[in-house]
């Protein structure tokens, strides 16, 4: 955590010294009048999961920055944005409740930066049944990405694990990869027989090996990983459980053995520290989204937003920075609606619909919404490596080649954005 | 050794002949090797939790739900206190005396105001207490990949083709060790004997003037450095994770059930049989997906083997 | 069977309470409350079953929370794989649970105290993983029933379409499941366990059949598990497995011990605090980590201080603000109308 702020205090001043802007400091938001919003609220949502197995509370706060800026700024056509954030607490129950509170008890006009690994599965019908949009930020399951009305800024699973095994494939001459995956379907086994249907495609072959979350021991997971005659180990796990991985790959010292491949979770600043100097080097990375050091305007103005309205202690980290996307892509489309409907959540719903083509430095294909069954917008990324103290860049924007996202690609083409 | 206890060992060494020999069966003995090395490796995590549960359990008759989470209070602080920059076995040392305070205040003043309640209500009061350090430790440090590495890490030995770091080899003997140890604390020392009493019974002990909040206190105080032992081997070789730390305690409880929460030898041996057949599983393609059920099913079947043909009918206390 | 249909205080006040609940709440709370009020009923018929084998026997469950994951993946199973009413997935859910509880009994037999409640835990540790490894079925091919992407639908009584009218339906079962356990405890079975909970030496000398009474109590506490589960299906349409966690059955035992597990209102106080408190919590912004703690301390305090339970408390006060005093024993005060 200290390493984090540390690191974006360290961006922000390369920023402020590389780029000769002295606008780091300065944050832009919306209308960026520079006058506070008054009048009624606009009701907005967002709902996180916190609590015991994890923290998916960066994007809302990162998102709570962005919008208390807005209104800092002019609001939208002057009146504030009210932002409410629940909490599910990973817990079902707690998610429908959140739902049937914002969306039900509440006249918000749609839900941004959400950020959970159940929530999207208990509301996504509550949300059609309502239909009301989400634009989601930290999405990690199949529900957020093959339902009518979420939306998610981040990758997911599925197309960071194929990223990563696209790079091993092409980069590290992979035939073979064992994905270690969580034995949770719409997680787990839907993202690693993502990563194995692109080796079979491609001439090579894979195999899954997975881990129960609740289970103490990794390393029957990673033997059966080992003995499957893999020459790639796509780690597809949450942070925490991949440091394990790693551990007790470096137990049996397989570093040289295998090529080592993760999704985005490894990519998280603390991690470089916390593996160890045994793996500098040796793993390798995909990232959702820009890496910090390509720092371009729009990371400038995240930092900015998040050093002048978060809180010290929010993360800066890859989902606030997915956070931070969705609201600002949010305020935009509000911005160019006619004022008088942006209190119609059905009107917002189809103007949210309508996004197409906003483009930002922090990702590397443009974001659209479009009305279909499926939503997965960003589906390209970048490839970097873990060395001491950070990552380096191996391979810059790519887009993932799969037949997966035909429907994407075809969507694309129709929506004009190919 | 009776013939009763020569048959439950030949019945033993029978079935797990038998579950091993199915589930490696047509696999590379290199294979099968791996995983029954890697099963010793958590196998004797269960065991050490376990251990630390039975000790207090004999001597204070609480099932301690919270030691898991006393450990992870320890861990937290031992990875805190290496982020400031302390030398490594003052963090050790930190772990242990956190877990140690923890595991000391409920004994010394939660527990007593509990004595008369029956031992199931004594365990789910001291899961409330869990809550209240694990929700502490959550507060205090948040969601953020950690890891702990003790230099004991980077040295190993090859055993059955798995490279078994000096650290497990560490767990496993100390189990071991904490086995003899223990058994020999009871039956050569005093307060030994006193706990022993305690063990058997508390009312005719307390008619006799064992000076039981002091023999508990001593109880107390030695399963508090059991968790805080365990919490940091735990976050060591499984994960720094509060919640998970924590909530080992239930596959632990399963290891002490082997014992009969009575019989630290069959613990250690009851949580080896679970770690191996756990990581056995593995080799089939069936039931590799439901493989952490192992220790559950197995308690399960012990507890009930080791009281088939009694009749409750006039049993006293329980 | 004037005995039988007698309606003692304390139970007019569980039905008026009942008919508050069934009548007012649906008329006052919004959406987010009628969830949390449902989740609770449901979790209040689970909760009576264990706090009944606790009261009544003796007998500790720690299952109770797993047998409900096992009535809703069955009422789940069935919604998505044939298209019968609710109701007959309902009966089907509970008849299934319900030999679940009878397979649990058999330990039952020869375990007590402590190791009954070890085997118990046990077993909620290994439903547990199951349903962390298969999951709940959303409306997938094949055994299991599982898919990626959004869930099936889920069809609710025809006579409880909304959220309102299905609150009505939860209170109206749990109702009926407290009256069950009420007239078995006033019937033949209700004597039996009462002289099984004194002595079962006592009890097989007067010709009582110890096996058939303790199986049978499991039997209602199976019955009322599955029967809270799939309504709790019901209620979100879908389940997930973190619901289902063993240490959630340790906590609603222990929260039948806080709330008082011999009266109806030690149960209703045991699912408020298990569903509504970190509801309220979380409604006020409280963090979830304080609120562990917060929930944690209560639940000592409670254990400590209050020996019935906080209904055994609130009962004495009564009883002393109506300056009564009660001559029954503990053991046999008529007034605990349904445990």
Redesign the interface.
Same mark, same amino acid.
């Given at each position: 955590m200290k390493l984090k702020t540390a690191l974006s205090a360290a961006i922000t001043l390369a920023g402020v010294t590389a780029g000769g802007q002295a606008l780091a400091a300065d944050p832009m938001c919306g209308a960026n009048t520079g006058e506070a919003a008054s009048g009624d609220p606009i009701l907005v949502g967002g709902i996180h999961g916190n609590a015991a197995p994890g923290d998916f509370s960066a994007a809302t706060d990162a998102a709570k920055a962005y919008f208390d800026c807005v209104n800092a700024n002019g609001g939208i056509n002057g009146r504030p944005i009210e932002y409410i954030i629940e909490n599910d607490q990973w817990n079902p129950e707690l998610a429908a409740q959140a739902a049937a509170k914002l969306v039900n008890d509440t006249d918000t006009v749609a839900l941004v930066a959400n950020g959970s690994f159940i929530e999207m599965a208990v509301n996504a019908g509550t949300y059609a049944e309502a239909d009301i949009m989400v634009m989601a930020s930290a999405c990690a399951i199949s529900e957020c990405f093959e339902s009518s009305n979420i939306v998610s800024t981040n990758q997911g699973p599925l197309p960071s694990n194929l990223g990563a095994v696209m790079y091993a494939r092409e980069e590290l001459g992979a035939e073979n990869i064992a994905c270690i995956g969580l034995n949770i379907p719409n997680n787990g086994i839907w993202s690693c027989e993502a990563a194995i249907n692109y080796m079979e495609e491609n001439g090579g072959t894979g195999s899954m090996a997975l881990i129960n979350p609740g289970a103490p021991d990794v390393n029957s997971a990673l033997l059966e990983a080992v003995s499957s005659g893999a020459d790639t180990i796509l780690i597809n796990q949450p942070a925490g459980l991949a440091l394990a991985i790693l551990k007790a790959a470096e137990e049996q010292d397989l570093r040289d053995a295998f090529n080592w491949i993760a999704p985005t979770p490894l990519y998280d600043l603390s991690i470089p520290d916390q593996v160890g100097e045994y793996w500098h080097g040796d793993v390798y990375v995909n990232a959702e989204l820009a890496p910090f050091q390509v720092n371009g305007p729009d990371a400038q103005n995240w930092i900015a937003v998040m050093d002048a309205y978060a809180r010290p202690e929010d993360p800066r980290d890859t989902f606030a920075q997915a956070g931070y996307l969705s609201a600002k892509f949010f305020t935009e489309m509000m911005l160019e609606m006619d004022p008088a409907d942006v209190d119609d959540r059905a009107k917002v719903a189809d103007a949210i619909r309508a996004i197409k083509g906003k483009t930002s430095d922090l990702m590397c294909g443009p974001y659209y919404v479009g009305d279909a069954d499926f939503h997965m917008p960003n589906h390209a990324g970048y490839m970097v490596k873990i060395i001491e103290g950070g990552y380096e860049i191996v391979r810059d924007c790519y887009e993932y080649d799969s037949s997966y996202f035909d429907p994407h690609l075809k969507l694309e083409a129709e929506m004009g954005l190919q | 050794m009776t013939r009763t206890q020569l048959w439950n060992w030949a019945l033993y060494i029978a079935l797990m002949a038998l579950i091993l020999g199915w589930l490696g069966w047509g696999k590379p003995f290199k294979i099968q090797g791996l995983f029954l090395a890697s099963g010793l490796a958590v196998g004797s995590l269960y065991a050490l939790g376990g251990i630390g549960m039975v000790v207090l359990f004999r001597a204070s008759g609480v099932l301690n739900f919270s030691s898991g989470a006393a450990g992870a209070a320890g861990a937290m602080t031992a990875w805190q206190l290496a982020e400031w920059g302390v030398w490594p076995p003052a963090t050790w040392l930190a772990c242990i005396l956190v877990a140690l305070a923890i595991t000391l205040a409920y004994g010394r003043f939660l527990a007593p105001r509990l004595a008369w309640r029956e031992p199931v209500v004594k365990a789910v009061a001291t899961l409330g207490f869990a809550l209240i350090i694990l929700g502490l430790v959550s507060f205090l440090w948040i969601d953020d990949p950690r890891s702990i590495t003790l230099p004991t890490d980077k040295m190993g030995i090859k055993f059955l083709g798995l490279r078994i770091t000096v650290t497990r080899l560490i767990v496993f003997f100390a189990s071991i060790g904490i086995v003899i140890g223990i058994w020999a604390f009871l039956a050569k020392t005093a307060i030994g004997l006193q706990m022993r009493s305690l063990a058997n019974d508390r009312d005719l002990s307390a008619l006799l003037g064992i000076p039981i909040l002091k023999v508990e206190t001593i109880a107390w105080g030695i399963s508090g450095v059991l968790a805080g032992f365990t919490g940091l081997m735990f976050a060591d070789l499984i994960r720094l994770e509060p919640t998970v730390i924590t909530f080992m305690v239930i596959p632990s409880i399963a290891a002490a059930i082997c014992g009969r929460l009575d019989n630290l030898a069959l613990v250690l041996i009851g949580g080896l049989s679970m770690g191996v057949i756990e990581n056995m599983l593995t080799l089939s393609n069936a039931l590799k997906g439901a493989r952490p059920i192992a220790p559950f099913v197995i308690a399960a079947v012990v507890l009930l083997y080791s009281q088939r043909g009694t009749r409750l009918t006039f049993g006293g206390r329980e | 069977m004037t005995r039988l249909l007698r309606v003692t205080p304390s139970g007019a006040a569980g039905l008026a309470f009942a008919a508050f609940a069934f009548l007012a709440i649906p008329l006052l709370a919004? *959406?987010?409350w009628?969830?949390?009020f449902t989740?609770t009923a449901c979790f209040a018929m689970a909760c009576s079953g264990v706090a009944f084998m606790y009261a009544r026997l003796g007998m500790?469950s720690l299952t109770q929370v797993g047998l409900m994951g096992v009535g809703g993946w069955v009422m789940l199973r069935l919604n998505h794989a044939y298209a019968l009413p609710f109701e007959i997935n309902l009966i089907v859910a509970g008849l299934v649970t319900m030999v679940f509880g009878w397979l649990l009994a /058999?330990?039952a037999? @020869?375990? @007590?105290? /402590?190791?009954l &409640? /070890?085997?118990t %835990? $046990?077993?909620a !540790? #290994?439903l +547990?993983?199951?349903f962390?490894?298969?999951?709940f079925p959303n409306g997938g091919e094949g055994f299991w029933g599982? *898919?990626? !992407?959004?869930?099936g639908?889920f069809r609710r009584p025809a006579l409880a379409q909304s959220a309102e009218a299905y609150f009505r339906y939860t209170v109206a079962l749990v109702t009926a499941g407290f009256l069950l356990i009420e007239f078995h405890r006033r019937l033949k079975p209700g004597r039996a366990w009462a002289l099984i909970r004194r002595s +079962?030496?006592a009890a $097989?000398s007067a010709g009582v059949n110890v096996t058939l009474y303790k199986t049978w109590a499991f039997g209602i506490a199976g019955l009322l598990a599955g029967v809270s589960g799939a309504m709790?299906a019901g209620?979100? !349409?879908?389940?997930?497995d973190?619901?289902f @966690?063993?240490?959630e059955s340790?906590?609603l035992?222990?929260l039948a011990?806080v709330g008082g597990a011999r009266y109806w209102l030690g149960v209703v106080i045991a699912a408020t605090l298990y @569903?509504i408190l970190? &509801?309220l919590l =979380? =409604?006020w912004g409280v963090?979830?980590?304080?609120?562990?703690?917060i929930? #944690? &301390?209560?639940? %000592?305090h409670a254990?400590?201080t209050a020996?019935d339970g906080i209904a055994g408390q609130l009962g004495d006060l009564l009883r002393r603000v109506v300056r009564r005093p009660s001559k029954d024993t503990p053991e046999d005060r008529p007034k605990d109308a349904p445990a």
């Open positions: - | - | 919004g *959406k987010l009628l969830s949390v989740s500790v /058999l330990p037999l @020869r375990l @007590r105290g /402590l190791y &409640a /070890l085997v %835990l $046990m077993a !540790g #290994g +547990e993983i199951i962390a490894t298969f999951q599982v *898919k990626t !992407g959004s869930a639908a +079962e030496a $097989m709790l209620s979100l !349409g879908l389940l997930d973190a619901t @966690r063993a240490s340790i906590m035992f222990a011990v @569903r970190p &509801a =979380n =409604n963090d979830a980590d304080l609120s562990f703690v929930f #944690g &301390a209560g639940l %000592l254990v400590i020996p």
